[in-house]
């Protein structure tokens, strides 16, 4: 079955480092992947996403790069704020999945230091 | 934008009691979803729905029903509410194509 794996956090850094949450996956078919972050109290807010190999998603400065390869798409971000502390969960949708469901990894938290 | 509204941000229930949470979206997506979360556990699928009056088991649907009278609306019911179900309950909505699940803000459920 599809699984998705991510770095275990808590993720902690200061204000103005680079981030880099590791995610790699497995899925029988083509999936698309998505990254979302989840404020404290908070539902979970898509950040970006990417549909096919070699795709980059971007939003509010982070990235993330559809590695067919390395079954992979680590998110990044050059300098991380106090604001981007959350909780940042790595999914994928397979396109054999009619259902529309998607596959979680287990999220990372991701503390930022003034 | 996609709004997905679930009725009650905070809701607390005593043990036996008969719990409904709500889910509205404004979209008409096909696919609406509803999770639990726990700490150390992730989010896991109780039930989803990809039509009107229709419904699929998720992974965890055990003391769970649902209810899709309408496209826009999915309803969780407890049918007889327990402490172990204490928790975090999101709802999500999708299109039928391959697309992003969009979240409510969640409910936190507490069973006293």
């Known amino acids: 079955g599809d699984s998705v794996t991510q770095m275990e956090g808590p993720v902690t850094l200061s204000e103005e480092a680079f981030l880099t949450i590791n995610c790699t996956y497995t899925?029988?078919?083509?999936?698309?992947l998505f990254w979302y972050v989840q404020y404290p109290g908070e539902g979970l807010q898509l950040l970006l996403k990417a549909t096919k190999a070699d795709d980059k998603g971007s939003n509010k400065g982070f990235e993330a790069t559809y590695r067919k390869e390395t079954t992979s798409f680590h998110l990044e971000k050059g300098s991380v704020q106090v604001s981007d502390s959350a909780v940042y969960f790595c999914?994928?949708?397979?396109?054999?999945?009619?259902?529309?469901?998607?596959?979680f990894g287990g999220g990372t938290r991701l503390m930022v230091k003034p | 934008d996609v709004k997905v509204t679930q009725s009650s941000r905070y809701l607390v229930k005593r043990t036996g009691e008969k719990v409904f949470l709500e889910c509205v979206q404004d979209?008409?997506?096909?696919?609406m979803f509803w999770y639990r979360q726990d700490p150390g556990l992730g989010l896991r699928l109780i039930y989803f729905s990809y039509d009107v009056k229709m419904k699929e088991k998720g992974d965890i649907p055990e003391g769970y029903s649902v209810s899709r009278e309408k496209k826009e609306r999915f309803s969780l019911i407890l049918e007889s509410a327990s402490t172990n179900q204490t928790s975090m309950y999101l709802c999500?909505?999708?299109?039928?194509?391959?697309?992003?699940?969009?979240f409510g803000d969640g409910t936190r459920l507490s069973i006293l």
């Open positions: 999500a909505s999708s299109n039928r194509v391959n697309q992003p699940q969009h």
């Open positions: 899925a029988t078919g083509y999936p698309s």
């Open positions: 979209m008409d997506h096909e696919n």
């Open positions: 999914a994928l949708s397979d396109r054999q999945n009619a259902g529309n469901m998607l596959t």
